[in-house]
């Protein structure tokens, strides 16, 4: 009778984690042929997303999407007005380092309802101003304008102040990249 043991739990543990990790790279393997066979039979003739989705296949429930033609059609493109704005020659912008004034700063629940809110209200004030609302984790803010030099920002903050006052001790200059017409 032939017994096998491992002689201490050193070589027992190494063992474990060998088989561990060539059953792990196995299962990944596996799921990764599976993901790949399922994108090949998505993107099979099929031609767009709407018809891939509706797509009938054994086993599996099926979608149905009411959706306008044109919207089907509109799906995947890109449109023309953000083509122009990527391509700063063809829009007439570019951008550089500039100033903007901060109106707004907030990391709450409602934070992006209230930067949104006090874009209208700015716009509704001063609409020559360009606000842009933005995101970065885990702030929402409202910046206002695109000037070249801080006191163009500076004046324009003055006016900001008296035309909004329930604002203006949470508004200051910011150093940002601006848009500027060529």
């Not at 399922?38 to 296949?57: C, M, T, V």
């Not at 629940?109 to 001063?126: I, L, T």
């Not at 324009?156 to 150093?175: N, T």
Request: charged content about 25%; proline content about 3%; aromatic content about 8%.
């Amino acid at each position: 009778m032939v017994r096998y043991s491992i002689p201490n739990t050193t070589s027992g543990r190494t063992l474990f984690r060998g088989m561990a990790l060539v059953l792990f790279i196995s299962l990944v393997s596996c799921i990764q042929g599976y993901a790949q066979t399922e994108k090949e039979s998505l993107s099979h003739g099929a031609n767009g997303i709407f018809e891939a989705l509706s797509a009938q296949r054994e086993g599996q429930g099926t979608i149905d999407i009411t959706q306008p033609e044109d919207i089907k059609n509109q799906v995947g493109l890109v449109h023309q007005k953000q083509a122009r704005h990527s391509d700063g020659e063809r829009s007439g912008v570019h951008t550089q380092q500039g100033f903007r004034i901060q109106a707004y700063t907030g990391n709450l629940a409602k934070s992006k309802e209230e930067a949104y809110r006090r874009a209208k209200v700015v716009n509704a004030a001063n609409p020559a101003l360009g606000c842009y609302v933005t995101y970065k984790s885990p702030f929402w803010r409202l910046s206002v304008g695109d000037f070249r030099t801080r006191e163009e920002a500076q004046k324009a903050m003055q006016d900001l102040k008296r035309a909004i006052p329930a604002i203006a001790p949470e508004l200051y200059i910011v150093r940002d990249n601006i848009r500027v017409s060529n």
